[in-house]
C-alpha cells in the first residue's frame, strides 16, 4: 500500500528484511507471541529479537547480526504468519 512504501522509504539504506522463519519442517505459520526489543533499539548478535509460536512450541528468534530494529511490521499476538513474510526491518545505524 501507499503508506507501506513511504514508511519503508524512510528506513535507511542499509535496511535488513526478516522474515517470519520455519522453525520446524512442516511450520507454515506462526504467531508473534513478544518482541523482545522496542523500535529503535539495538539487537546484539546472538540476542532474542522475538518470541515466536509454532503448533508445536515456542521458540526465540535469534538475531543473526548485530544492528537496530528499525521497524516492527507485525506486531505480537499476530497469528497464521505466514513462513517467508517480512516481520520486521532491521538496519546497521540508529535511525
Not at 511450520?27 to 518482541?35: C, E, K, L, Y
Not at 508445536?56 to 547480526?65: H, P, S, V, Y
Request: hydrophobic letters at 45%; one cysteine or more.
Amino acid at each position: 500500500s501507499g503508506a507501506a512504501a513511504r514508511s519503508l522509504a524512510s528506513l535507511p539504506d542499509a535496511a535488513r528484511p526478516v522474515a517470519m522463519p520455519a522453525l520446524s519442517p512442516t511450520m507454515t505459520t506462526g504467531r508473534i507471541t513478544a518482541w523482545h526489543v522496542e523500535e529503535g533499539g539495538l539487537v546484539g548478535e546472538g540476542s532474542a529479537l522475538c518470541e515466536i509460536e509454532t503448533d508445536k512450541a515456542t521458540l526465540d528468534l535469534e538475531n543473526q547480526d548485530e544492528g537496530y530494529l528499525a521497524k516492527v511490521l507485525v506486531a505480537a499476538g499476530d497469528a497464521d504468519v505466514p513462513v517467508g513474510r517480512m516481520i520486521a526491518i532491521m538496519c546497521d545505524e540508529e535511525s
